[in-house]
């Protein structure tokens, strides 16, 4: 049906209702009026399919931007987490040899220290060992002499006890000689 033939129509059943014809015409009149404003109303709310595409288009146009700055953004922060990652392992690396070195210092520290306390216990050893065999050689010597000084008095007894007779007292004293001798080349 055509807009005409429903206003006509419109204006027949009210006037069925007994409504007078030129009220029917205005009611239909302002129904049309009404229901124009209501659908021009909602034409305003939606969107022709041509609009809906070309929305749909920009939209997945944006999406598409949106996911490639995000792509490259990320590419990006991966770069510079990876030159950081490079910046620490050198750094790491870095006081690793740093350590080792200072390490090696006090190894070398401790062992300069060790020798060198090897030495002073080494000189300490010979200084004991000298004083040791000085001693023991002050002491021989004088074993050495009061031995000797023990024999001279017994042969000096010996020859002036009477008991012996004169003949020995010369065998007594050459003797008495060969065993000094013999004591002092020890």
Known sequence: MTPAKDLHFADIRLEAHDVPSKQAEAITAVMTGVLNDSLENVAHSFVSKAEMQKSEMIQHANLSKFKSEAQSSQEHHFSLLQHETEKFRGDIEKMRNELKYEIDMVTGGQCLDLTLERGCIRDELAKQNAETTNKLDREIHALRAHLE?????????????????????????SIKASTSSALNSR
């Open 149 to 173: 000084a023990a024999m001279t008095h017994r042969f000096k007894e010996l020859l002036s006890s009477s008991n012996l007779p004169s003949t020995f007292s010369p065998k007594l004293i």
